[in-house]
């Protein structure tokens, strides 16, 4: 089984793919060097319409896949999960904080992740989302709450 966690952004610019594995591959937090597939070249490295890639940590264990969605027909339904989760939280005083932040959704970044991640991926992961969040106006929506773009809680639930 997989664990998710969204960074939605209120800004609609895109990060490129370049951007990302910069922050998730030369942050200094990994044992061993992530592998990115497709690895950069000059063609998809500034290329912002990127849409899917990977990051395998260790080549022992299932990757990372980071998606970036964009289209109406991409963030629709993850929009509904989002406001489910939330809705599903039960009552809460920053629900209504969380569900505006996902009104003005422009793009989100998704992260399927393996189940058994070591502290230096995690590590890893809190500095991307942040980067993702403060660079681009979002919130990081995870199994336990929604963040701030410092991964303060705005509200917890699970």
């Known amino acids: 089984m997989a664990n998710w966690i969204y960074v939605c952004c209120r800004a609609g610019s895109p990060l490129t793919y ?11 937090f990994l044992d061993h060097p992530a592998v990115f597939e497709p690895p950069i070249d000059e063609h998809n490295s500034a290329d912002p319409k990127w849409s899917s890639f990977i990051v395998r940590c260790d080549p022992k264990k299932r990757p990372i ?7 109406d027909a991409e963030l629709a339904p993850l929009l509904e ?53 403060r660079e681009r106006d979002g919130i990081v929506i995870a199994e336990d709450g929604a963040y701030d773009a410092n991964l303060k809680p705005i509200m917890k639930w699970g």
């Open 18 to 28: 370049a951007q990302l594995e910069d922050i998730m591959g030369h942050m200094g």
């Open 81 to 133: 999960d989002l406001r489910d989760m939330v809705s599903e939280a039960g009552p809460d005083t920053r629900s209504g904080e969380v569900l505006r932040r996902l009104e003005d959704l422009s793009q989100a970044y998704t992260f399927e992740l393996p189940d058994d991640l070591p502290e230096d991926v995690w590590e890893m992961l809190d500095v991307t989302e942040c980067f993702i969040a």
């Open 65 to 71: 896949v980071v998606r970036h969605l964009t289209s």
